[in-house]
């Protein structure tokens, strides 16, 4: 398998392991590292670019999300939604702190979508996050794994 492919796999899985579709990108990119044939810092640069994309992507979703509210096949009741807004506008952008938190991240960056958060500061905090979470992944994985 060539590098590209890797990389493209790796960044595919990050990708929709932040968007709303049910994926984890932690195992593959700790099984990159294991193998010790791929440069750390572009693993980590690969997934974290996926990763942080893919909550773009919720965040424009959640932008374009009140036009289809009233519809019948829409996921989310009303009360939900509405639970949901209550929440962000009460925690406001620093909940995005949490959007590495399986379950309710994806939620959390859907929501800032919706409550209009500008994209500077959410790509800010999202992109800490993150980042973060990959590399204490690694460290951890790297420094205690097989001990």
């Known amino acids: ?26 195992g593959i990119l700790l099984g990159l590292v294991a193998t010790d044939k791929y440069s750390l810092i572009i693993l980590l640069a690969v997934a974290s670019a996926g990763n942080i994309l893919g909550s773009l992507f919720n965040w424009w979703l959640g932008l374009s999300i009140q036009r289809f509210k009233n519809r019948k096949w829409f996921p989310v009741g009303e009360d939900a939604l509405a639970r949901a807004q209550n929440h ?7 909940s995005l702190l949490l959007s590495w938190v399986p379950f309710i991240g994806d939620p959390i960056t859907v929501v800032a979508g919706i409550m209009r958060e500008r994209i500077i500061p ?5 992109s800490i996050t993150k980042t973060g979470r990959y590399i204490a992944l690694v460290y951890l994985y790297l420094n205690y794994a097989g001990t």
Not at 88 to 93: K, L, S
Not at 122 to 126: D, M, S
């Open 1 to 26: 398998m060539t590098q590209t492919a890797v990389y493209g796999g790796l960044f595919v899985a990050a990708f929709a392991a932040a968007s709303v579709l049910p994926a984890q990108s932690e």
């Open 88 to 94: 962000y506008a009460r925690y406001g952008r620093w």
């Open 122 to 126: 959410f790509l800010i905090l999202v």
